[in-house]
């Protein structure tokens, strides 16, 4: 039970950290901490804190976007939490690359609902180089329905991505999953530094860079604080925060859930340690946060993936407006 002397102290701390946040101070490891320590305190002063931040750093806006899972499944990978990997015994549908007119129908459907990216998502480790070359057209024709282009296509090389962006990439999306230290615990079929040398060559193409991670595989908070100190040093752009949503016939199918109040003290931690950086929430959103969902904003996020993600449900767009509009924010638009 948390003492009144011990809640004053936690709020203390919470101050003197948001306030060097605030005068454009970076947090080191060792702050960032003392902050997890701070968070046993006052919830409703740890929000206000970091929307407070979130409003000096970050534009007064919700920015949405939508993705497609273009190719589902048979995935040679075996990253424990997913569904398409090869571990997985998990019923999903699997099928082959869709073509470009379901990319449309789809991305136009998430324009109609305020999105302003829409993202093409395939499993695997990388597409061959006559899917990219199809790709790349699904990327010019989502761009030319106005809508800003986004990829999680794997481990690309610079070719790839330079390719991709002559037809209209705008950002791509590679997810760091977890820290440096527990990445082994969660997949040994590639490594964490094949990851950064993606994200080096994503940067080399002059792509903004969405990445971040999935929480709740059992991950320590000092791996949560890694895991952002290294998107620092990388400059990502968007920081993507999922929360795992454990499927039976996954290594990670009997996983206990976090708790909607661990969830968003993860989203107000990374408005801490990345204030000028669109904190988006994405996957397990619903099921993790239920009737919490509208307290993302507030936590600090300024970014929502909306409508279904790869192989569980999302939030529905119509749901996702309504929050926005309840927060006082408003929709990113181009």
């Known amino acids: 039970m948390t003492t009144p002397g011990t809640l004053q102290h936690n709020n203390l701390m919470l101050r003197v950290l948001a306030d060097k946040v605030l005068s454009g101070g970076a947090l080191t490891k ?46 040679p990978e075996d990253c424990a939490y997913c569904a398409q990997s090869k571990l997985s015994r998990a019923e999903i549908e699997k099928h082959a690359l869709v073509d470009k007119d379901e990319v449309l129908k789809r991305a136009r459907g998430a324009k109609k609902y305020g999105a302003r990216r829409f993202c ?13 070359d199809t790709i790349a057209e699904m990327i010019a024709a989502v761009k030319g329905e106005g809508l800003r282009p986004c990829a999680t296509l ?25 820290s440096r230290r527990y990445f082994p615990e969660i997949c040994s ?18 792509l903004s860079l969405c990445s971040g991670g999935i929480f709740g595989l059992g991950e320590s908070w000092e791996d949560r604080i890694d895991m952002a100190l290294e998107l620092r040093d990388i400059g990502a752009d968007s920081i993507p925060i999922n929360f795992l949503v454990p499927v039976k ?20 931690l990374y408005r801490f340690l990345l204030p000028d950086c669109e904190v988006r929430v994405c996957g397990g959103r619903m099921q993790t946060l239920g009737e919490l969902n509208a307290m993302v904003i507030a936590a600090g996020a300024d970014g929502l993936l909306t409508g279904d993600c790869l192989t569980v449900a999302g939030r529905s767009a119509e749901d996702d407006l309504r929050l926005v509009e309840s927060s006082g924010l408003e929709v990113a638009k181009d």
């Open 30 to 75: 060792e702050e960032a901490l003392s902050l997890v320590d701070a968070m046993g305190g006052d919830n409703a002063e740890l929000f206000a804190l970091a929307t407070e931040i979130r409003e000096k750093f970050r534009p007064p806006m919700v920015d949405l976007c939508s993705i497609i899972s273009a190719k589902t499944g048979a995935c």
């Open 189 to 206: 079929t590639h490594t964490y530094d094949d990851k950064l040398r993606t994200i080096a060559a994503v940067k080399r193409a002059g």
């Open 120 to 132: 093409i998502v395939t499993s695997g480790k990388a597409p061959t180089a006559r899917e990219i």
């Open 249 to 268: 016939g996954t290594p990670l199918g009997d996983t206990p859930p976090l708790s909607p109040e661990e969830a968003l003290k993860i989203v107000s």
């Open 154 to 178: 794997g481990l690309l090389d610079d070719d790839a991505l330079l390719k991709l962006k002559e037809a209209g990439l705008n950002r791509f999306h590679h997810n760091l999953e977890t």
